[in-house]
């Protein structure tokens, strides 16, 4: 038995691994991954890692003695750079190839590059890997200014810890709003005015022409001739997915790896789960998406583990993700874009809010601000496929949870 074959040691393989020795699979596991050690968290990387809080050790999923108790072989420090699909190998950098019976690719994303002059200077930095988070810490304790490029999650994540720090940053972002791309106009309001109190700078609709510097960064250059002193640049525009492995093996992708309702390739021997994968989803009316979270890895792993051991079902779960900006804790339950519609419960007065986002008269998402309870209900509701009616949701006295529980 040659067993099976990870390409990828991130959240999604290694939950992979853990998962069929749940289920009772009992033959050689094999995780193979470009970066040294064993998995970690990336999540604590841009939020208690950065504020020293959590050091390399407690970013690990699991101690070392459980891989030697699982029987799950890290092979870490491996580039993965062929797929041979009729002999069952796939082919390592070093030369070696690994015989597997089932392969399975959890290559993740990669930072999306900065396409302008300079952004190979030293002062510019991305926030993906550990030693990304590691040369940033320490570029952080030295820096005078910063300037975060993308208002996306990691973007306002890091500001909000310059803030912390009483570090002057500001945070240019090509779009009119904060998180444009993922939370309801209503919620970025909320979170950039939140973050302007710290004390952050926000420049929107403006493009980034080029990094001013010699040897290192001093400025962002923008496309309208202002520049934005800054010894320190982190660049955060958006990832992408790590499908070259799979298209050169000639599988078929689409916005990642494009996978079947089992996050199955169409070739039988090969799955593919997590950031680089893109999937049919019954929570976006059957459209294909690509979500990047913790808990798509998780969802998707556990997913293939019981197809590959004998309980296959179709990959159903509500996507929801996280973040951590300072005082505000967002979570997000569903996929709320595009909506149409948008009503919010709480008290804006505290800063304690939800929007609950709808699609005609069904409810597509809910984004909670610090309301952990509100967040856990919209889970529940998703999940069962019961909505709550916009003036359901935004009257305080309906009961949701009551409705959730069905």
Known sequence: MNGIVVVGTGQAGFQLG????????????????????????????SKAYMLGKTDAAG????????????????????????????AHRLHLASGEALAYDHLVLATGSRNRPLPVPGADLAGIHQLRTLAEADGLKAALAEARSVAVVGAGFIGLEFAAICAQKGLPVTVIEGLERPLARSVSAGMAARIEASHARAGTRFL???????????????????AD???????????????LPNDDLALSAGLRVENGIAVDAMLATEDP?????????????????????????????VDGARCVAARLTGRPSAFTAVPWFWSDQGPLKLQIAGLCQPHDRAVSRGDPESGAVSVFC?????????????????????????????????????????????????
């Open 18 to 45: 853990a998962s069929l020795r749940e289920s009772g699979y009992a033959g050689p596991v094999t995780l193979v991954g470009e970066e040294p050690g064993l998995p970690y968290g990336r999540p604590p990387l």
């Open 59 to 86: 970013l690990a999923l699991r101690p070392e003695a459980y891989f030697a108790e699982h029987r799950l072989t890290v092979r870490g420090g491996e580039r993965a750079v062929a797929i041979d699909r009729a």
């Open 204 to 222: 929107f609709g403006s493009a980034v022409s080029g990094i001013v510097g010699t040897d290192r960064a001093r400025a962002v250059a923008l």
């Open 225 to 239: 001739g202002r520049e934005v002193a800054a010894d320190l640049v982190l660049v955060g525009i958006g990832v």
């Open 269 to 297: 021997a090969i799955s593919a789960i997590g950031d680089c994968t893109s999937v049919p989803s019954p929570h976006a009316a059957g459209a294909r998406v690509r979500i990047e979270s913790v808990q798509n890895a």
């Open 358 to 406: 709808y699609r005609g008269e069904r409810l597509a998402g809910v984004e909670s601000l610090n309301r952990p309870a509100d967040h856990m209900i919209a889970r529940r509701l998703l999940q069962s496929g019961r909505s709550p009616t916009p003036d359901e949701a935004q009257d305080p006295g309906f009961d949701l949870k009551a409705l959730a529980l069905g």
